[in-house]
């Protein structure tokens, strides 16, 4: 059974920064995508950031130029740098793998939330 356990949120001031952790267990298969999510009470969940097999990455638009996902598949662990945050960037933050049948992810802007498996999230608040 595949476990995610995400870490590193907390509360930062606008303009600072914060460095999202996950922790993968029982992944056994080949092809995967990894990413980040986010949600807000009264909001749909929405992905911040994709890292498929090769490294391939994508992002909402949203934080294009201030995320960066990365992962280390050798250690099953995937992280999500955030610099410079805003007050926006304030929500509930997930990690969530995606069995492929190749070295793609889907697209960014549809959640298909069924076809991916979750962790239970870590929270970062952004104060202006």
């Known amino acids: 059974r595949v476990r995610l356990e995400e870490s590193g949120g907390g509360s930062v001031q606008a303009g600072g920064s914060l460095t999202l952790s996950c922790a993968a267990s029982g992944l056994t298969y080949d092809l995967y995508c990894m990413g980040w999510f986010r949600q807000v009470p009264g909001k749909e969940r929405e992905g911040v950031a994709y890292i498929s097999t090769r490294d391939s990455t994508t992002y909402t638009d949203s934080v294009k130029g201030r995320f960066t996902i990365s992962q280390d598949r050798t250690k099953n662990t995937l992280h999500l740098q955030m610099i410079p945050l805003k007050s926006e960037d304030t929500g509930m933050y997930f990690c969530?793998?995606?069995?492929?049948?190749?070295?793609?992810?889907?697209?960014?802007?549809?959640?298909?939330?069924?076809?991916?498996?979750w962790g239970q999230g870590t929270h970062v608040t952004v104060s202006s």
């Open positions: 969530a793998v995606y069995r492929t049948s190749g070295d793609f992810c889907p697209e960014i802007d549809t959640l298909d939330s069924g076809a991916w498996t």
